[in-house]
């Protein structure tokens, strides 16, 4: 029975803030104030917090009251880690004895983050960039991350949910999909829908409805295809069975009404459900997808309870070891709560309304070690709690870290900077030293014809202009196709790299293709000789076909090569007849003539002698 004095008194609700906005992943505490006009008996008051939209909860199940604060007439709800379906309108309700009041509260979410991640096209869904945060995501959907090169499947767990199932980068190339529908479009063009809206023409004839069939997401395509069959795997997509895998065994048809499959799953039990329920993802027992840890295996509650070790039932969050550090040079100070227990916990930090990182970690006791870090500016006199809060025991264990008392970093020793210091002028020359061979030997050269090769270096153009009353010499097969460029073309290649930041291997060469009989026919145009042209053996590990890509080099240094062929092999011709007659070389305007050594006399006897003065004799 309650005191006269309590039935008669009322109580008056009021808020101090009536719209909480909040990051997303951040904490907040909803506050209620209430005033009963006097003594206030706790075992007389209730208090809840449900939201509007959910009137068959009387409370929310994602807030916590701390009644700690109940005798100060206050009704604190804290709600941690919000998401986004959290934001809504809440009814904050103070009962006291018979009399009751209640206010409004509203909670908003902010999504920067998710926005932010989004619009930098950081998220893709079956091969294509979404920037809408509210795009939906289904069964068998991928969804990639390029920045950490990470890939998920979306499939269904053993209790119904959604599951994100993480992927390789092979795997994340394709899809399954379920063919709902065929049917015929304009022209007789046979058409099929598949379960997530696709649309594909000209399908395979042997695929039907309810097969599966295998999407490239790079093309679009149909790649490969599933029967539906018996002694097939499949997965179950609705109904009660949802998310469990298993073995077709069975079909029972009932014209007028839906077909039932009888399924046996790897531990040999059998169920049953629906024929629109059945996705089919794989031929006999290999799964077409990687499948996550279970095999898609529902377990009993009662084998549920006997798989959990007995040490897990009930381990308490009581043992917190906490930790504070200042922050050099910020201002700030680095809070941490760390503690061991089962089931896992969640950890809020009260009146902070700064998003803390929590993380957990598995132990080899198969206990949860819950990490939450947290930062916020040094205020002098100020305590911090943080509270672990173990839903399903519905136990509390908190510890409170004062954030004067931090812990500084501690300073180097003077002995140490003198094994610092040069450690870290030794790593710096081997860094540079390394970005500099790299530099080096990153470079492809390929064929090139020029001024002052010798006749027997290998090279097309200089084995073959000099061999005029001997005869051209064509080895192998006519059709080889050698790659020319003029000297001049390579030294500006070597002058733009040299003074460019190129940290990767690039091609330097004539793309443009020339056989090689085309090239002795040039030859032998431009020579005016009566040379013949002679067909020899094939050398031995000759290439057929030598075309360099430039297509890197170009947009990096704006290089290409510029003297064609042709024009370059005159300019060879003019300076041997130059060389002959005795006049200066010169190949370009922008190019200076060669230097000669102080103790050599200026006669091209030497030279002529090395090209063996089979060239332009008259």
Known sequence: MLSLGLQLHQIAVSVPKELYAVDYGGNVTLECDFDTGGHVELEAIKASLQKVENET????????????????????FHIPSVQVRDAGQYRCLIIYGLAWDYKYLTLKVKGDEVKKICTQRFIKIDGKVRTDIT?????????????????????????????????????????LC?????????????????HDARTIRYLDPLIKVNDTIQIDLETGKSSDFIKFDTGNLCMVAGGASLGRIGVITNRERHPG?????????????SFATRLSNIFV??????????????????????????????AKQSTSYKNINIHSQEIPGTGEVELSCQAKGYPLAEVFWPNVSVPANTSHTRTPEGLYQVTSVLRLKSHPGRNVSCVFWNTNVKERTSATIDSLGQKKPKDVKPVLLHIVIPSCIIALMFIVTMIALKKQFCLKLCSRKGLGMHLNNGRWSATSSCKPFRGIWVYGSRFLTPAFQSISDLVDGLVAIMNGSVSSPINLGNP??????????????????????????????????????????????GWEP?????????????????????????????????????????????????????????
Do not use: W
């Open 281 to 310: 993802i794989g031929n006999g027992n290999k799964p077409g997808i990687s499948l996550p840890r279970g095999k898609g295996i529902r377990l009993t509650i009662a084998k549920e309870r006997d798989k959990r070790p007995a």
């Open 57 to 76: 909860s009387p409370n929310s199940e994602r807030a916590t009251l701390l009644e700690e604060q109940l005798p100060l007439g206050k009704a604190l």
């Open 178 to 194: 379920k063919v709902r529908k065929i049917f015929l479009g304009t022209k007789g063009i046979p058409h099929l829908v598949t």
């Open 512 to 557: 443009e293709e020339h056989t090689i009989l085309e090239f002795a026919q040039l030859i032998k145009n431009l020579l005016g000789r009566g040379s013949e042209i002679q067909f020899l053996s094939e050398a031995q590990d000759d290439l057929q076909k030598r075309k360099p890509d430039i297509k890197k080099v170009k947009p990096m240094l």
């Open 562 to 618: 510029l003297v064609p062929l042709e024009e370059g092999l005159n300019r060879a011709i003019q300076c041997f007849q130059n060389l002959r007659t005795g006049q200066a070389i010169s190949t370009s305007p922008n190019q200076s003539q060669p230097r000669l050594k102080k103790d050599k006399p200026a006669t091209t006897e030497p030279l002529l002698r090395r090209t063996q003065d089979s060239l332009f004799y008259t």
């Open 257 to 269: 009404s839906f077909d039932v499959v009888h399924v046996k799953d790897a531990n040999g039990n």
């Open 135 to 175: 795009y939906p995501a289904g069964f068998m959907d991928v969804i990639g991350i390029d920045k950490t090169g990470e890939n998920f499947r979306l499939i269904y767990d053993t209790k119904g949910r959604f599951a994100v199932h993480r992927i390789t980068p092979q795997e994340a190339k394709y899809k």
